[in-house]
């Protein structure tokens, strides 16, 4: 029956069995069998609903085998938002009541045309597109609330305009802001608990007989997102997902809102058909069946996954549970049917298709001109000069481990850590004591690599370091972090360098150290006995392991996802910049980089019969199925991820 009252004046059954045929076929999902008529039932107000997920700021195609997907057999070739905005004319034509949104992830991606200028060409496309609204992602956080909210969302530059935000947009204006607003109902400031931005909002529909009919959009953000590598915020917390939602949706009710829609960024896998469902699994899965019956519909995110499917709520009624893949593969369409006199949604008339963002048609001239114009100026941006340098850094190691990038990449990552914290950092409840050292996974156990290239002396310009070269180098798009540890975990870490791999050899996974440290390793040792506390000096003084130290490393590092446990746990954690920005920042900062001396750590007993630095062994870049190399953001997001899901499935938070 209808959420929240009678059918009206037709006479429709539900079948909550429809499940099985409808989840289990290609096309659109149907609530009953009569939905398939449901255009015929003209004394309902219709209303569609139209959503993309995870576009993650792929302008211009989906990356790598993304760019395919598949619904009943048959392959389709996706992505580009000109073609995105070519089929959202189509479906919105002759629609009155149409509403745009999305669950989470739209911005804050891995493509440099956007990336590189703060992910305002994302903002820009969406707004042309007419976004509505959108649920907070955990990547919407990866860079602070401040952010979000005062420059994502209001346009306020932050610190230069022109350089570090507030680009002259493809129309030559300045950035002024999303034209839509973000929610979330489930992050909050640790401190005082309360909301980060709005839980939900109420959108109106008109009867035609003078009459407005609220429909509610509640919207979640994955859980955890203030512990993510890239979203890492101290300051934030995310509250439980569906105790949040049954309260969003109660609230609504009471407000006499009887058409309810749970937008939520975290998701599900079900099945490589992106137009129906297959052995749903997951978190969004799992709520999907105990949510409140009153919300008559559930939009997902997060997973990257695509599917489309009726599932039953907790009283059997089915109601669309979608996700729209990512990377602007897809557009979801859910039509609901309101009864005009009540403003419940007829639940046995709802339907909803995925629709593939496919490149056949002729692309949106505006987007197309928008896409283009981003494109241009990153080519010229990344030719940018920013500085120079006297002579090449590579990840070319030593003996004992150590790289010119290496000691680059850790002197840098100290810089970071002593920096004092803009306006706009504003979810760090602890004080900002700078860093007195600095550590970076050059080759971590688990995980990847800060460092992505060499940076190579230009002999032409005479060493200029461009833009795009710093950009390149180092980082994945998280932030240097600084926390409080013990001398004691700082020789465990660096003890943790060495380990027995399961073919019994001894691996090393080395930390390169900021300038102030050098310390000394027993290549006869076994592993987890090679360091003497007495052999590390900081500033010139010997290590303490009672003290506590101030350090600094990237977020990886200190949550535990490049194999460093002894790094995790430190106390009163600040966020710093994130790091592609911070390197450039680095780099403008320092004017001239030149390579440092090999000589921050030392092998004792290297000639002794027994003695065995260890093999280094670098993480691979993942790839896609067609070979091509994941983006840096992915690859590092995916390995940190630390969640699976069904069928070893690795969540790509």
Not at 434 to 439: G, I, K, T
Not at 461 to 482: D, E, L, Q
Not at 491 to 496: G, I, S, V
Request: charge should be neutral.
């Amino acid at each position: 029956m209808a959420s929240g009252g009678g059918i009206g004046r037709r006479s429709f059954f539900t079948a909550a069995g429809a499940l099985a045929t409808t989840a289990a076929v290609g096309g659109p999902a149907f609530a009953t069998g009569h939905a398939r008529d449901a255009a015929t039932a003209r004394e309902y107000v219709d209303v569609q609903l139209l959503s993309i997920t995870d576009l993650h700021g792929y302008l211009q195609a989906a990356p790598g085998d993304n760019a395919v997907v598949t619904s009943a057999g048959r392959r389709y070739t996706v992505g580009g938002v000109a073609y995105m905005a070519a089929h959202l004319k189509r479906l919105r034509a002759g629609r009155a009541h149409s509403f745009f949104f999305a669950p989470g992830d739209l911005f804050s991606g891995w493509e440099f045309d956007a990336a590189a200028f703060a992910d305002e060409p994302t903002i820009e496309a969406l707004n042309r597109m007419g976004l509505d609204f959108a649920s907070a992602g955990n990547h919407e956080f990866d860079k602070s609330p401040a952010f979000l909210t005062a420059h994502m969302e209001d346009g306020v530059p932050f610190p230069v305009a022109g350089r570090d935000d507030s680009f002259p947009d493809s129309r030559g204006r300045r950035f002024h802001g999303a034209d839509f607003p973000f929610y979330s109902a489930n992050i909050v400031r640790t401190g005082s608990g309360r909301r980060v931005l709005p839980a939900y909002n109420i959108e109106y529909v008109k009867t035609g007989k003078g009459r407005r009919l609220p429909i509610g959009f509640i919207h979640l953000t994955a859980i955890g997102t203030e512990g993510f590598p890239a979203s890492y915020q101290p300051g934030l917390a995310s509250k439980e997902e569906l105790a949040t939602a049954n309260r969003c949706a109660a609230e609504l009710k009471a407000r006499g809102v009887r058409a309810i829609v749970l937008s939520m960024h975290d998701g599900a896998v079900a099945g490589g058909d992106f137009d129906s469902g297959s052995n749903p699994a997951g978190p969004a899965y799992d709520l999907a069946l105990r949510a409140s019956p009153d919300i008559d519909a559930i939009v997902t995110g997060h997973w990257h996954c695509s599917f489309n499917m009726m599932v039953p709520d907790p009283k059997g009624v089915p109601r669309p549970f979608v996700e729209a893949g990512c990377y602007g593969q897809l557009v979801n369409e859910i039509n609901l049917r309101l009864d005009p006199r009540t403003g419940a949604v007829v639940r046995e008339l709802t339907t909803s298709v995925n629709h593939p963002n496919t490149r056949d048609v002729t692309p949106d001239p505006e987007l197309a001109e928008t896409v283009a114009y981003w494109k241009g100026y990153a080519a010229r941006r990344g030719r940018s000069r920013i500085g120079t340098q006297s002579a090449s850094f590579t990840r070319a190691r030593d003996a004992a481990g150590q790289s010119t990038m290496g000691n680059l990449a850790a002197d840098w990552a100290l810089w970071a850590g002593r920096r004092h914290l803009g306006p706009m950092n504003d979810a760090n409840p602890h004080r900002n004591v700078p860093a007195e050292l600095a550590v970076v996974a050059v080759a971590p156990r688990t995980g990847q690599a800060l460092i992505a290239g060499d940076l190579l002396y230009d002999e032409p310009s005479g060493g200029v370091i461009t833009f795009g070269h710093a950009w390149n180098a180092v980082g994945y798009g998280a932030p240097i972090v600084t926390v409080t540890v013990t001398g004691q975990q700082i020789h465990d870490a660096l003890e943790q360098q060495w380990y027995v791999s399961e073919h019994g050899g001894l691996r090393y996974a080395p930390l390169a150290v900021s300038h102030n440290v050098r310390y000394r390793f027993d290549a006869t040792g076994p592993a987890g006995d090679r360091v003497a506390p007495a052999d590390v000096w900081i500033n010139g003084r010997p290590l303490d392991p009672r003290r506590s130290y101030r350090i600094a490393a990237p977020s990886h590092t200190l949550i535990d996802k490049d194999g460093f446990p002894a790094l995790a746990g430190g106390r009163e954690p600040v966020r710093h910049t994130r790091d592609f920005e911070s390197f450039v920042a680095f780099v403008r900062a320092h004017g001239r980089l030149t390579p440092t001396p090999l000589n921050r750590v030392t092998v004792a007993n290297a000639a002794a019969p027994r003695a065995v630095v260890g093999k280094v062994t670098v993480p691979p870049v993942p790839r896609h199925r067609d070979g091509s190399p994941l983006p840096r953001g992915e690859a590092a997001v995916r390995a940190a991820a630390g969640r699976e899901g069904p069928d070893g499935f690795v969540i790509p938070c």
